[in-house]
């Protein structure tokens, strides 16, 4: 498809498990990045990659978040020992440069039991 | 802190019947005020970007305004499949992310 395509759609963690998000950005697109969801709330940024490089992860909520884009194409977000806490949907978005529009993936929606 | 306000929560409106959502800013050197619309389930999707006070764009029903403090989604004549959560995101000079508002649920009822 030509979207910004995200997998697993739906995900169940039970507390303390590892999970890991990945996220096919749109063909060419060189900036990539990840947001959270929680129910009723706005997006809230988590970190920002252009091409292969991390260039901002200040959004990151603990270090048990880790993301990663190696090819500068597909990028996967990684949390660790997952908490109740960690539900939410994890939103993708990509753009081909710095001032166009950001297209968003559909997210994956993590419960953690 | 740079924070997004956004009013009402909700809105019910009849087809028909035009109104106005409200976004409020704070945020240091601003480089764009987006409107985002979002369906149940699904992300996001880009509907204006804005840059300076003064600014208006339009699309099929809907205006977006921006003035220094606050921007205007106008809705006019709305009708059912206008009904999603709207979104509000400002950026700032020297930082790529951005900063959304909880958003307004709007629902069109026939």
């Known amino acids: 498809g030509a979207g910004v395509s995200q997998s697993p759609r739906y995900k169940v963690a039970k507390r303390g498990q590892d999970v890991a998000l990945r996220c096919d950005p749109i063909?060419?697109?060189?900036?990539l990045f990840w947001y959270q969801q929680a129910l009723g709330q706005g997006p809230e940024f988590l970190t920002y990659?252009?091409?292969?490089?991390?260039?901002?992860k200040s959004g990151l909520p603990s270090d048990r978040f880790f993301a990663e884009r190696p090819e500068g194409s597909v990028s996967t977000l990684k949390i660790q020992r997952t908490q109740q806490e960690d539900s939410a949907v994890y939103l993708c978005?990509?753009?081909?440069?710095?001032?166009?529009?950001?297209?968003f993936g559909s997210g994956t929606q993590l419960s953690v039991l | 802190e740079d924070q997004v306000t956004q009013s009402p929560e909700a809105l019910r409106l009849q087809e028909g019947e035009s109104s106005s959502l409200n976004c409020s800013y704070t945020?240091?050197?601003?480089?764009?005020l987006f409107w985002y619309r979002q369906d149940p389930g699904k992300g996001p999707e880009f509907l204006f970007t804005?840059?300076?006070a003064g600014e208006e764009k339009e699309k099929e029903r809907l205006k977006a305004t921006l003035t220094k403090k606050e921007s205007f989604l106008h809705i006019t004549a709305p009708k059912p499949e206008d009904s999603a959560t709207y979104l509000c995101?400002?950026?700032?000079?020297?930082?790529?992310?951005?900063?959304f508002g909880k958003g307004t649920k709007l629902t069109v009822n026939p």
């Open positions: 063909s060419g697109h060189v900036s």
């Open positions: 978005a990509s753009r081909i440069g710095p001032n166009e529009k950001l297209f």
């Open positions: 804005l840059y300076s």
């Open positions: 990659f252009q091409n292969e490089a991390q260039l901002d």
């Open positions: 995101a400002v950026r700032k000079g020297g930082s790529e992310k951005l900063v």
């Open positions: 945020v240091s050197g601003l480089r764009g």
